[in-house]
């Protein structure tokens, strides 16, 4: 089992920047690709990072790419996402996920374990 806690969420100014933590527990956590998801109100859950075992190798939604990082630490069994130059627009419910399989890191239906989610507002 798998225990996944975020934070580090809150209200922004367009422009501003937040910084999302997740902490995880449970299991060895350079097993898992973790990723981060995003569920905008009346929208479907949506993938917006991940990043691979080791950290090395990052995925990035088109909307993101350029404003946000994944990044992990690995002894700190931690993962970040750095969002930067925020907009209206990435107001939403985070989610952190860990895939045990490595599938397609794309897809939220591959991650095995999920958090509650940190709320991150945007006000223009």
């Known amino acids: 089992q798998v225990q996944l806690v975020e934070s580090g969420g809150g209200l922004v100014q367009a422009g501003g920047s937040l910084r999302l933590s997740c902490a995880a527990s449970g299991r060895t956590f350079s097993s898992y690709v973790m990723g981060w998801f995003r569920q905008a109100p009346g929208k479907e859950r949506e993938f917006v990072a991940a990043?691979?075992?080791?950290?090395?190798?990052?995925y990035y939604a088109d909307s993101v790419k350029g404003r946000f990082t994944i990044s992990r630490d690995n002894a700190k069994n931690m993962v970040y996402l750095q969002m930067n130059s925020l907009k209206p627009e990435d107001t939403a419910v985070y989610y952190c996920?860990?895939?045990?399989?490595?599938?397609?890191?794309?897809?939220?239906?591959?991650?095995?374990?999920w958090g509650q989610g940190t709320q991150v507002t945007v006000s223009s």
């Open positions: 990043i691979g075992r080791i950290g090395i190798t990052p």
């Open positions: 996920a860990a895939d045990l399989s490595s599938g397609n890191p794309y897809v939220q239906y591959e991650y095995d374990y």
